[in-house]
């Protein structure tokens, strides 16, 4: 069965510092991982996702992850940290099931980002 | 870029109630999923159905079912409702592109916030 861990429920981080949020997964299979992130009162807005075509994924405002299968982690990381990218960030690893797909989330990890 | 619609966005229920709730999927998506999520938690499938058949069941209540119509849009009926139903809940579409399901993206509404009092 496959799962994901978050480690970190909260992390906090300067302007301009460095965001890294950790994934760790357990799967029997190659895996396919997705990070979504959820602002306030939002659904859930998908960031990047890997499907094994390449190990360092580039996702939507700035944010990028690697697969390291050594490590079994994914974690998720950008450069330089702005004030809007404060929002709820979720792991997730695509668990196929007789032909079709869901998502097992991690708990999750809150962002906030201050001056 | 049409994306997934839900409603209503927010719904109040008393204990023991009904409650519906409707998703449209992404123009030409054929999969419909269904997600729960409690506050503070982490979303949890509940269901999902692909060209209009149920495809997987997860921690869904006897209490609840739902279904996909022929243009595909899906509805979630919740019965004898509970206060811990109360929760956000998230209908996901995909459209089924490739052989294998696993790397399809699936791509999330807004939510219908349930209150139950």
Redo the contacts between chains.
């Keep these: 069965a496959q799962s994901v861990t978050q480690l970190g429920s909260h992390v906090s981080v300067s302007e301009g510092a460095l965001v890294l949020l950790r994934c760790n997964y357990s799967s029997s299979v190659p895996p396919?991982l997705?990070w979504?992130v959820q602002y306030p009162n939002?659904?859930?807005?998908?960031l990047l996702?890997y499907?094994s075509a390449a190990t360092l994924v580039k996702g939507i405002n700035g944010f990028e992850a690697e697969f390291k299968k050594s490590e079994t982690s994914f974690h998720l990381t950008k450069p330089s940290a702005h004030m809007s990218d404060a929002a709820e960030y979720?792991c997730a690893v695509?668990?196929?099931?007789?032909?079709?797909?869901?998502?097992?989330?991690?708990?999750?990890t809150r962002l906030a980002v201050h001056p | 870029a049409a994306g997934v619609i839900q409603s209503p966005r927010h719904l109040i229920k008393e204990k023991r109630e009904t409650a519906t709730l409707k998703c449209y999927p992404i123009p030409r998506h054929d999969t419909v999923y269904w997600y729960q999520q409690g506050p503070g938690q982490d979303p949890q499938f509940l269901i999902s159905f692909y060209e209009k058949m149920q495809s997987d069941k997860g921690s869904i209540p006897d209490r609840f079912s739902a279904q996909q119509f022929s243009d595909y849009h899906s509805e979630l009926n919740m019965s004898s409702l509970e206060l811990g139903d109360s929760a956000l809940y998230f209908c996901a579409s995909s459209s089924q592109t490739s052989g294998w399901a696993s790397t399809d993206t699936q791509y999330f509404g807004p939510g219908t916030r349930l209150t139950v009092l």
């Excluded at chain 1, 939002?42 to 998908?46: I, K, N, R, V």
């Excluded at chain 1, 695509?94 to 999750?108: H, P, R, V, W």
């Design positions: 396919y997705f979504y939002q659904g859930l807005q998908l996702k499907t979720f695509s668990m196929f099931s007789g032909g079709y797909n869901k998502l097992i989330f991690g708990a999750g």
